[in-house]
């Protein structure tokens, strides 16, 4: 079968070693299948080199090839991942349940939504911001799915276990209604199940001192911003 994969034409594949590839514009050979070879091409990745002779118009056909397949694959995943948790918390025979669905108002049926798979490589690339995806939290649908009965019963049980968290460390109660707690929640969720629990030094060094860079670097941006127009911390009052 003849892969569709553009990378292909811009490369020529050694006949004696399937995984290597010979750019067709500067001559560099790569190792690593047609993947290696379209980050050559499109650069930007410390895997590979960028190819100096790659036109604009190529690396943007990759690009937007890679970010088609790339959303495929994750969408792929994600439909597994529920199917991984209702197996886990004793929902093994929803899938099957097509046409089973709760009316809460109105009369006509709707099929329960496909369930996500597990989470692979592909997610760290494809998946959410966990700030964006915050926004389109926002749901108006009159009719409940099995799935989302199934699902809210899922909730409410981490629900308890955040909870438990809240008491057993004294975290004030309205901390819920920060931005960052809710993008926390949406980040845990996108990863799935069996996410390593951070340790107090990751806590105390490269977490802190990531935040500490991000506050300095947005001090930066001020700053530049301030003397372009005049502006201090003082007189913006």
Known sequence: ???DDPGRRYGVQDPNNKNNFTCSFCGQVTKGG????????????????????????????LRAYMQ????????????????????????????NEEEDVIEV????????????RTKGQIDMYYTPN???AMKGKKKDGKQQTINEVCRKDLRDKVCRHI???FFDAGIPF????????????????????????????????????????????????HEEEWAEKGCSILSDG
């Open 68 to 95: 088609k397949k790339g959303e495929i694959k994750a969408q792929q995943h994600m439909e597994a991942n529920f199917r991984m948790q209702q197996q886990a918390y004793g929902y093994e025979g929803i899938e």
């Open 130 to 132: 966990p700030q964006d």
């Open 105 to 116: 108002g109105g009369s006509s049926k709707m099929p329960p939504p496909k369930k996500p």
């Open 1 to 3: 079968m003849v892969s």
């Open 174 to 221: 309205n901390a819920d209604t920060y931005d960052s707690f809710k993008i926390m929640i949406e980040a845990i969720g996108q990863f799935g199940p069996g996410l390593k629990p951070l340790s107090m030094y990751e806590l105390r060094v490269p977490i802190l001192n990531n935040e500490v860079k991000d506050v300095q670097k947005q001090l930066l941006e």
């Open 34 to 61: 047609v993947y290696r070879l379209k980050i050559h091409l499109i650069g930007g990745h410390k895997d590979a080199k960028k190819c100096p002779n790659c036109p604009e118009h190529v690396r943007e056909e």
């Open 163 to 165: 909870g438990r968290w």
